[in-house]
């Protein structure tokens, strides 16, 4: 198979990637305890898979319809469908596209759109499962994660000028992640983005090993329903120096090793530093707890990052509704409850997301896009809610309900319609903004 059509080469990327430290592993394989992964498609995949197309649709329409090159990188590519026929995440990506270039076809000349997918057991079966009309612009790449990143993504940049990445990280496990990668994807190409299944109670455990502290909590409750988990083992501290991006969840562990903290306190903490460290390179970075049973703490991580605040605001919705497909789902059994509530098992009341919201204002001086106010909101306070609660809900938003008091300003352009009535709505898109700052 080989990629799409060529594009224009004109020039290269901004910087080059570099190979980071200690990037090749002894191995990488499929884990013992997921060999019966792809006979049945379960709810988690769904959800993930769910985010991943929500996401991918819009991204794709903004991307074409600047006209330059796009690279998609699904870098565990997996069978691609499932034994029970359901689709795995290179049909989600390939019909996200194939929905967004129904959109712009005929508009304009479409830029090159290059979808790479890397499989080391089942590349074989991926071929096979992809549709026939889509193969013109895929290649399936057969081997280690590890070993064909790096030439990949330093042949795509010598190649084509203002490339744009995407890069979906979804292995089993924590051990093939590396944050000097995810530096250098973000420094290297014209915009860049990551999803990445960040197995963090993997690492806690691993972490403890290497420490050589004990874990104390049942390794059969913790582990024993983490369907992706990757039972194989790090050898040293810089192993995991190397995941992680730093030294921070020294720390972490030699704290939950004095029992000052249980290992869910672990995770949680060394996925908020994880966050952070991400930050250095990616402005905007959230993430999407997932428990797999109901009242159970989070197992998983679905963590995003972005340098643009559209692409942190929309990752923010489709998280939030996708937390509310597997609270129904998993915690309530398919039932409605009437206390809205996080993947963390929070109840997150309106007067909740009011506090924090004018905390956020109290803090921003000057008239702000709101889409920027948005995107902060969300990357300070994680994931609280989808959007509508917030500004674009029909009645009683909080934003709505802050103009409606009197707590802020808005600047809206345009101001008036074609009638001359002063404009009201509360969502930003093409040739409409709104600014705002707390009435001073």
């Known amino acids: 198979m080989r990629g799409g059509a060529d594009a224009d080469v004109s020039g290269v ?18 884990p013992k305890d997921n060999r019966d992964f792809f006979k049945t498609k379960k709810i988690w ?11 991918l649709v819009p991204y794709f329409n903004k991307i074409l319809s600047m006209g330059n090159p796009v690279l998609y990188v699904d870098c565990f590519a997996g069978k691609g469908k499932f034994d029970d026929g359901k689709g795995g995440s290179p049909l989600t990506a390939l019909q996200s596209l194939d929905k967004s270039m129904a959109v712009y076809r005929g508009r304009f000349p479409m830029p090159s759109v290059f979808m790479k997918f890397i499989e080391l057991n089942y590349a ?32 795509s940049i010598s190649q084509y000028h203002q490339l744009n990445v995407f890069l979906y990280v979804d292995p089993y496990g924590v051990k093939v992640l590396n944050a000097k990668l995810f530096d250098s994807v973000a420094t290297a190409f014209r915009t860049a983005e990551l999803l990445i299944n960040l197995n963090s109670f993997g690492f806690i455990r691993e972490a403890c090993r290497v420490k050589k502290i004990s874990f104390r909590e ?14 194989s083992t790090m050898e040293s501290l810089q192993d995991l120096d190397n995941i992680a991006g730093g030294s921070y969840w020294q720390e972490i562990i030699d704290k939950y090793g004095r029992g000052e903290i249980d290992c ?6 060394f996925s908020r ?41 929309l990752m923010a919705d489709n998280i939030a509704k996708r937390t509310d497909r597997l609270v129904i789902e998993i915690q309530s059994g398919g039932q409605m409850s009437l206390l809205q509530q996080t993947a963390e098992n929070e109840i997150i009341s309106e007067e909740i997301l009011m506090e924090k919201m004018e905390e956020l204002l109290e803090n921003t001086p000057s008239f702000t896009r709101l889409n920027q106010l948005l995107a902060n909101f969300y990357n300070q306070y994680g994931v609280l809610c989808d959007l509508s609660r917030l ?21 809206r352009q345009p101001a008036y319609t074609e009638k001359g009535t002063a404009t009201t709505f509360w969502q930003e898109q093409h040739r409409k903004t709104i600014s705002l700052r707390k009435r001073r």
């Open 218 to 231: 049942r390794e059969s409750e913790v582990f024993s329903d983490l369907e992706e988990y990757d039972s």
């Open 124 to 155: 074989a079966d991926l071929i096979s499962n992809l549709p026939e009309h889509s193969k013109e612009r895929c290649e399936v790449i057969s081997g280690k994660f590890e070993d064909n990143i790096m030439p990949l993504l330093q042949r």
């Open 13 to 30: 990327g901004k910087s080059e990637i570099e190979y980071p430290p200690n990037f090749t592993l002894k191995e990488q394989s499929m």
């Open 45 to 55: 995949s769904e959800v993930k898979d769910e985010l991943l197309g929500c996401y």
């Open 273 to 313: 530093l994880y966050k952070e460290r991400l930050r250095k390179n990616y402005t905007y970075v959230l993430d999407m707890p997932i428990r797999l049973k109901p009242g159970q703490h989070p197992k998983y991580r679905m963590v995003h990052a972005t340098n643009h605040p559209d692409g942190c605001i």
């Open 264 to 269: 869910y306190d672990a995770e949680k903490e």
């Open 391 to 411: 500004s674009s809900g029909r009645s009683g938003s909080i934003l709505k309900t802050l103009e409606k008091s009197g707590y802020i300003d808005v600047q």
